[in-house]
C-alpha cells in the first residue's frame, strides 16, 4: 500500500473522529427529543409539556383543561395579577404579603401564584381560595399538611395544580379571612384535603393527597362544572364524596369528570361515591380497594369508560356499591 493511499485512509479516520466528537452531543439532544415527543402523554400534558420554556408561559395551562371544568380562559388575561409565595408561614385573619393565604384569599382579580422554591406550608386554618385563583405547583415541591387544608367556598373559575396535600386534621370553628378578601367566621371543618362548596367551575389537576382524617376531596353543596384529573390518591379510607347526602337535592344540578387519575396503594372506598348528581370517569386506574371503588345513593347518573380496575387479592372486590335508602331495596341502576 503506497505513503498516499495510508494517509488518504488515516485523515478520513481523524476526520470522522472529529465529526463524531462535534457533532454528538446535538444527535444525543436530537434522540432527547425524539423520546420526548415519542412519550404517550393524555391531552392536557400534551397541551404544555412539549414545551421546553412553559415557566415562561405559565398560562398557557389555563387552555388545557377538559370535561365540565371546560377551558380555564377566565383565569388569564391582560389583568392577570402575578404573584410568587416566598414565606411558608401563615396567618389566617392578616396574612402578610408573600405568603399564599395573602394571594389566595386577600388579592382579589384574576390571581396566578407560584412558588420561590420548595416549601412545606402548615396552615392555620382552612385556606378559602377567591374566584379567579391559580395556584401552580409546577417545577416544585409544595407540602399542605399537618393541620387546616384548603376550600373553595361561594367561589368559582379556581384552579389547584402539582400540590402535595396531605395529614389535615380536623378544625374547630373560627375567625378566617374569607375569599373576599375579609375576615369570616367558618364552622367546623371536618379534615378534607380540598372541599367544595357551593363552588362552580373548578379544574383540580396534578396534586397528590393522601393520609387526611376524613375525606381526600369533597364536591358539595351544589358545587358542579368540576374537573378532577391527573392526581395520585392514596393511603384513605374514604377518597371522594360527590353530593353533600341524601337530602341535599340542589346536588341534582352536579357535573363533575374524573379522568386520568391514579387510586391507590390502600384507598377503601369512594372512588368516587355519587348523591344525586352526575359523575363521567374515565380513564382512570385502581390499584385495589378495601371495600368499592364507585358507589352511589339517590339515583346518581354515572358514565364509567376505559378504567382498569385492578381488584385486590381478599375483600369485598366490588367495583361498584349502591346503597339502600331508608331500609327500603333502591331499584335504580348505574346506567
Known amino acids: 500500500m503506497t505513503y498516499q493511499v495510508i494517509n488518504s485512509i488515516l485523515w478520513c479516520f481523524i476526520l470522522v473522529i472529529i465529526s463524531i466528537t ?4 446535538k444527535l444525543c439532544f436530537a434522540t432527547k427529543q425524539v423520546k420526548i415527543e415519542s412519550l404517550v ?4 400534558d400534551q397541551c404544555w409539556r412539549f414545551n421546553p420554556e412553559w415557566r415562561k408561559h405559565r398560562s398557557k395551562l389555563a387552555t388545557c383543561s377538559v370535561g365540565y ?9 391582560k389583568d392577570l395579577i402575578l404573584y410568587k409565595v416566598t414565606d411558608p408561614n401563615d396567618n389566617p385573619i392578616n396574612p402578610k404579603f408573600g405568603t399564599l393565604r ?8 384574576k390571581v396566578w401564584i407560584t412558588f420561590q422554591g420548595d416549601m412545606h406550608i402548615r396552615l392555620e386554618k382552612p385556606l378559602l381560595i377567591s374566584s379567579f385563583t391559580t395556584i401552580d405547583g409546577r417545577g416544585v415541591n409544595i407540602h399542605i399538611a399537618n393541620n387546616a387544608c384548603l376550600m373553595i367556598f361561594k367561589a368559582t373559575n379556581v384552579i389547584i395544580h402539582g400540590l402535595r396535600i396531605h395529614h389535615c386534621q380536623p378544625q374547630a370553628p373560627g375567625m378566617v379571612m374569607g375569599p ?24 383540580i389537576d396534578h396534586n397528590t393527597l393522601y393520609d387526611c382524617q376524613d375525606g381526600l376531596l369533597d364536591v358539595t353543596r351544589g358545587s358542579t362544572n368540576v374537573t378532577v384529573s391527573n392526581n395520585w390518591f392514596r393511603e384513605q379510607d374514604k377518597v371522594m364524596l360527590l353530593g353533600h347526602d341524601d337530602g341535599y337535592v340542589r346536588d341534582k344540578d352536579m357535573k363533575v369528570t374524573i379522568v386520568y387519575n391514579y387510586f391507590g396503594p390502600n384507598c ?4 368516587p361515591r ?22 352511589g345513593s339517590m339515583e346518581p347518573s354515572l358514565k364509567s369508560e376505559s378504567n382498569l380496575f385492578i381488584a385486590p387479592s381478599s375483600g369485598h372486590k366490588e367495583v361498584t356499591w349502591r346503597k339502600n335508602s331508608n331500609g327500603i331495596r333502591d331499584t335504580w341502576e348505574f346506567h
Do not use: C
Open 41 to 44: 402523554m393524555n391531552q392536557i
Open 180 to 203: 373576599n378578601g375579609k375576615a369570616i367566621h367558618l364552622g367546623q371543618v371536618d379534615g378534607d384535603a380540598i372541599r367544595l362548596v357551593t363552588a362552580s367551575k373548578i379544574w
Open 102 to 109: 395573602y394571594g389566595a384569599s386577600r388579592i382579589q382579580g
Open 69 to 77: 371544568a371546560g377551558k380555564m380562559t377566565n383565569n388569564i388575561g
Open 268 to 271: 377503601h372506598q369512594r372512588m
Open 22 to 25: 462535534i457533532f454528538t452531543p
Open 274 to 295: 355519587i348523591r344525586h348528581g352526575y359523575a363521567h370517569v374515565a380513564n382512570n386506574l385502581y390499584m385495589g380497594w378495601v371495600q368499592y371503588a364507585i358507589g
